[in-house]
């Protein structure tokens, strides 16, 4: 039996070329958590990370489940907030950290239900009592229209990729759409702790509409 790789799956939307292009994300189930923080010191964000990962492995090693197949668990990803998008996309400037309001998603297969993610919640607070899986929902989003680029490098110069994906965008007659519901999105496709800073690979994507 084949196993599902959402990145192989779905190359275009998880492997995009650094040349930035259009897409239309569809409708995928995620468990997400909220929160807020500077990612580098935020004691917040790094129980989320804990948690997305330890749920979503939970659920993975649970191969009773009703429709159950084989998978690798996907990427974790991150939706971002500031106070003022189109500002930092025209400054070309990171915000203040401590600023950032964050939802941290990892993707979930179709077989995954409420029921389903509530046992894997109730196996992981016994595992792991430090960890509070009440933090985290099970969420379904439609990303819909999107500009897109692979990222690479260390994630302080993603403006300069930034740059060119708005560029790209408005030469095509789009225009941006930052809304309460759709924000710049982050999918990380490595591990920081173990991959050279000039070879991070991060999926960049920002909400546009047509003009």
Known sequence: MAVLDFKKDRRDL??????PSIADVPEMLFIAVDG???????EAFKEA??????????????????????????PSEGFWDFAD????????????KNEFVWTL???QPSFVTPAVF??????????KPELNPGLTRLVKITEGLCVQAMHIGPYQTE????????????????????????KHHEIYLSNPQTTAPEKMKTVLRIPIKKR
Not at 85 to 96: F, N, R, T
Not at 119 to 127: E, N, W
Request: no cysteine; aromatic share 12%; proline share 8%.
């Open 14 to 19: 998880y492997l995009p070329s650094p040349t």
């Open 36 to 42: 807020r923080g500077d990612p580098n010191s935020s």
């Open 49 to 74: 990370m804990a948690l997305l990962y330890g749920l979503s492995y939970a659920i993975r090693m649970n191969k009773t489940e009703t429709g159950y197949f084989e998978y690798v668990v996907p």
């Open 85 to 96: 998008p189109k500002a930092y996309l025209e400054s070309g400037a990171i915000p203040d």
């Open 105 to 107: 998603v990892i993707r």
């Open 118 to 127: 509530e046992a894997a919640k109730a196996k992981l607070a016994k595992k």
């Open 159 to 182: 403006p300069v990729t930034v740059k060119a994906m708005e560029r790209y965008q408005e030469q095509r007659g789009f225009g941006l759409d930052f809304t309460k519901t759709r």
